[in-house]
């Protein structure tokens, strides 16, 4: 019989698997964009619109994949979403090969689409299951928990335009029948650890809080609206920089766009480490104060650099903007994680992390959603990176806004919370 430690150990090295698979595939395609904006004729919204899609159904179905991990358990929702992960790797296959062109002409780019939103729902349920099961896996130290998880997503993200830029340059067919050999490996490991991830509960034991609640808690709605800011920003950035730096003067291909996006998702993912641990040690909104300004700061200077120059030096300090945005963004979005766990559970207690998750997974979504198609969108209008990139920093400024007015309200509610566990440990032992 398995220890408790054991359990959490494999269930942590299980989830570390599955968000890792899930953020390669979502990050796997951008290297890709420019190639299928040539192969189908599509314009730059069209473009980015394929990296949205993967939020869509995070922000329709969240709260439901919340609901179905509080009832079935997180175990049970992951590996079947790892099953979807795969079979959604294989439909770019059929997509980037046309190979329904014979039976359905132009069909390529809508068999993308539906395999982009099943990648989505997938990948919804991993992220919204996987912090829930950690919430109540580890409700003491769930900061450094939740940074670990977020950080090894960021190394799929990280290793996913590399592995899929260079491969789709190879040979496009093997690209994605690597993709989905990378996801198939995780599965036992989901299988396996399973029951210690959760199966979950009756339906009788849990409390249904409707989402409409959620929306109306102040706390909570605050939350809500500062995720989708930093969303609605990596979102844009995860999209357009590939387009970027493929447009003279950079004219890079996949192989090189993906040695970019190496450096600046492995610089994310150090800083959702990074600010995960000190979280723990301290209240969340000092590190959310600084990563508002430092993301405000990379865009605007990213923006008046990339009008200004256009040389070897100037994109060299194009990159090196763009990477003071990735590292502060992670402090804005890391301590918001520790922030909805303990706002939940003062609020309604411990009986809905999953829907809890799933409702702010939607605001994370909305963003996320948007961030693509907003600046895909201003490019097809201006033909301009540089006020693209500075128009991003308003959601920065409305989120440091937002945290600089409400910051005594949400420390005292991840405080009055943390004290709660700790009594609770201390009367346990």
Same mark, same amino acid.
């Given at each position: ?28 395609? =951008? ?15 069209? !473009?980015? @619109?394929? +990296? ?24 049970? =929702? ?11 790797? #294989? ?23 539906? @395999? ?7 990948? !919804?349920?991993? $992220? ?8 109540? &896996? ?10 670990? /998880? ?6 799929? @993200? ?66 809500? &609206? ?39 998702? #492995? ?11 000190? +979280? ?15 993301? %405000?700061?990379?865009? =605007? ?7 200004? %120059? ?5 994109? &060299? &300090?194009? =990159? +090196? #903007? ?13 301590? %918001? ?21 799933? !409702? ?28 693209? $990139?500075?128009?991003? !920093? ?7 806004? #937002? ?6 309200? /949400? ?11 700790? %009594?609770? +440990?201390?009367?346990?032992?």
């Amino acid at each position: 019989m398995k220890s408790n430690h054991e359990g959490n150990r494999l269930a942590f090295s299980a989830l570390l698997a599955a968000f890792m698979v899930d953020f390669l595939g979502y990050a796997y395609i =951008v290297p890709i964009l420019p190639e299928w904006k040539s192969q189908f004729s599509l314009s730059s919204i069209e !473009a980015t @619109a394929l +990296v949205s899609i993967w939020a869509l159904p995070l922000l329709l179905f969240g709260p439901l994949s919340g609901r179905l991990t509080d009832k079935f358990g997180a175990g049970r =929702v992951i590996s079947v979403s790892i099953i979807m992960l795969i079979f959604s790797s #294989m439909l770019y296959l059929v997509a980037t090969e046309e190979l329904l062109e014979s039976t359905i002409p132009e069909s390529g780019f809508w068999v993308l689409v539906a @395999a982009r939103f099943m990648h989505g729902v997938s990948g !919804a349920a991993i $992220l919204t299951a996987g912090l829930a099961a950690a919430s109540q &896996l580890w409700p003491n130290n769930f900061g450094e928990m939740a940074g670990s /998880l977020i950080g090894m997503a960021t190394v799929g @993200a990280l290793l996913g335009p590399v592995i899929g830029g260079w491969a789709f340059e190879i040979d496009a067919s093997s690209a994605f029948l690597i993709l989905a050999g990378i996801t198939f490996i995780a599965l036992p490991m989901v299988l396996n650890a399973s029951k210690d991830i959760g199966h979950g509960e009756s339906s009788a034991g849990i409390e249904q809080i409707p989402i409409r609640e959620f929306i109306a808690h102040p706390i909570l709605l605050r939350i809500g &609206l500062l995720i989708m800011f930093s969303a609605l920003a990596t979102g844009a950035l995860e999209a357009g920089v590939p387009l970027l730096l493929s447009e003279p003067p950079m004219d890079m291909g996949p192989g090189k766009i993906s040695l970019v996006l190496l450096v600046l998702v #492995m610089i994310q993912g150090f800083g959702g480490w990074w600010w995960g641990r000190l +979280v723990d040690r301290s209240e969340p909104t000092r590190w959310m104060i600084v990563g508002w300004t430092g993301v %405000m700061i990379g865009l =605007v200077a990213a923006g008046i650099i990339s009008n200004q %120059m256009d040389d070897k030096v100037g994109i &060299l &300090l194009i =990159v +090196v #903007m763009l990477s003071v945005f990735q590292f502060s963004v992670a402090a804005a979005q890391i301590p %918001m994680l520790p922030m909805i766990d303990a706002a939940t559970s003062r609020a309604y207690g411990r009986g809905s992390a999953g829907l809890a998750f799933g !409702a702010f997974g939607t605001a994370w979504a909305a963003g996320t959603l948007i961030g693509p198609i907003f600046i895909g969108a201003l490019h097809d209008a201006t033909g301009e990176w540089s006020l693209s $990139l500075g128009l991003l !920093a308003i959601p920065g400024l409305l989120g440091l806004l #937002m945290t600089l007015r409400n910051r005594s309200e /949400l420390r005292s509610c991840y405080n009055e919370e943390m004290a709660r566990r700790a %009594m609770k +440990v201390e009367e346990s032992e």
